[in-house]
């Protein structure tokens, strides 16, 4: 079964930085393109950043673009969620995710396109 394991959530001050890291194990995780999503509390679970399975396009919602990169490493099974210049709105739980489908590589925004979830972790940005 596919396990999807998040971690470096944490703390921080505006402005700073944190990385997140997914670990994924089930299937091939090379063939399967990855999203990182998040919800703040009281508000729906929104995109923001993906990256196709050969981690040649990536895709950033509006909000996060320019300060957020994500990418992977097929090798390691895991996808990254570089975060900087973090604002106090950025706090949420992020989870990842894998792709319902092998091998799409166009910007898919919706949660039941993606198959498996891990159980998050939690990010807060303090002013």
């Known amino acids: 079964q596919v396990q999807l394991v998040e971690s470096g959530g944490g703390l921080v001050q505006a402005g700073g930085s944190l990385r997140l890291s997914c670990a994924a194990s089930g299937r091939t995780f090379s063939n399967y393109a990855m999203g990182w999503f998040r919800q703040a509390p009281g508000k729906e679970r929104e995109f923001v950043a993906r990256?196709?399975?050969?981690?040649?396009?990536?895709y950033y919602a509006d909000s996060v673009k320019g300060r957020f990169t994500i990418s992977r490493d097929n090798a390691k099974n895991t996808v990254y969620l570089q975060m900087n210049s973090l604002k106090p709105e950025d706090t949420a739980v992020y989870s990842c995710?894998?792709?319902?489908?092998?091998?799409?590589?166009?910007?898919?925004?919706?949660?039941?396109?993606?198959?498996?979830w891990g159980q998050g972790t939690q990010v807060t940005v303090s002013s």
């Open positions: 995710a894998q792709d319902r489908l092998q091998k799409r590589s166009r910007l898919v925004v919706t949660t039941y396109e993606y198959a498996y």
């Open positions: 990256i196709s399975w050969s981690g040649e396009t990536t």
